[in-house]
């Protein structure tokens, strides 16, 4: 527990030291809170369509981002698309980490057999490119929450492993190990305990620049119209919904990528205060 404690004080120890890191926070806490209490604080339902305000959808006292095409409220609609956002990107984030660091770890640390088993399994995951694998599997299974998590936990595992497997070993020679080896605990503990919260470093940087890069990803997959299915209120879907009308009206458009933006450069500036403490 000691441990564990002196980890999240380090961690955020480089964060406060980097304005622009605390920034960062202050933006992605922001987007978890309207995400939260997002039934609370949009003001219309965001899948209600009104024609009425679909025939003059800029921005106005009554809708104070605009509408959409169908009349629906963009503030409404962005509210609810962070708390799709916030729901998709820790689940699948998480969960390729999980599965990354449970091959990635005992490859590194017992070598033979299962270090290549796992380093072949992860070149060829590797070799796909990214964008080809989402679209693959969603096009396979549907586009659905659960889909889409899936889908990125398969193509960011891999990533994760390789990273995890070359910091073990790096980390299984030192003298904290050996002396754990000595006193006869078990590679689990050791694993756990000896060799995890010493990697937390990379492993946190990688984290923060792949939850940016899935705000990416499920923008991408929304503009391709693999996202989630409509009427959900979706940062992407919505960008490919009113696209086409982007000269007329601008706002149909920026808002949602501003969203999106705000995201993953607060995702970004994070990573880089992380990175930035592990080299001082």
């Given at each position: 527990m000691v441990e564990l404690r002196q980890n999240?004080?380090?961690?955020?120890a480089a964060i406060k030291r980097n304005p622009s890191a605390t920034a960062g926070i202050a933006v992605l806490l922001a987007w978890g809170i309207v995400a939260i209490l997002a039934p609370v604080v949009a003001p219309y339902d965001p899948t209600a369509i009104d024609f009425l305000a679909a025939a003059d959808p800029m921005p106005s006292s009554s809708h104070?981002?605009?509408?959409?095409?169908?009349?629906?409220?963009?503030?409404?609609r962005i509210i609810w698309g962070a708390r799709t956002t916030y729901t998709v990107v820790p689940l699948s984030v998480f969960a390729a980490f999980i599965v990354g660091i449970a091959l990635g770890m005992p490859a590194g640390y017992f070598g033979g057999w299962i270090d290549t088993l796992v380093s072949r399994a992860?070149?060829?995951?590797?070799?796909f490119p990214a964008l080809i694998l989402y679209i693959i599997l969603i096009t396979s299974f549907g586009p659905?929450?659960?889909?889409?998590?899936?889908?990125?936990?398969?193509?960011?595992?891999?990533g994760v492993s390789r990273l995890a497997r070359a910091i073990t070993l790096s980390l299984r020679e030192q003298d904290y190990v050996a002396a754990a080896q000595v006193r006869g605990e078990t590679s689990l503990?050791?694993?756990a305990?000896?060799?995890?919260?010493?990697?937390?470093?990379?492993?946190?940087?990688?984290?923060?620049?792949?939850?940016?890069?899935?705000v990416i990803l499920t923008g991408t997959l929304g503009f391709l119209g693999l996202g989630l299915p409509p009427p959900t209120a979706d940062w992407g879907g919505m960008v490919v919904e009113n696209g086409h009308l982007l000269s007329i009206y601008w706002h149909m458009t920026v808002f949602p990528c501003l969203a999106i933006s705000s995201?993953?450069?607060?995702?970004?500036?994070?990573?880089?205060?992380?990175r930035g403490g592990r080299t001082r």
């Open positions: 999240f004080f380090g961690i955020w104070w981002l605009g509408t959409d095409s169908t009349g629906r409220d963009i503030l409404s992860s070149d060829i995951m590797l070799s659905s929450l659960c889909n889409i998590v899936i889908a990125v936990t398969l193509a960011y595992a891999p503990y050791i694993m305990v000896e060799i995890l919260p010493n990697a937390r470093g990379p492993l946190t940087v990688d984290l923060c620049l792949r939850a940016g890069y899935t995201v993953v450069i607060s995702c970004n500036l994070v990573a880089d205060s992380l």
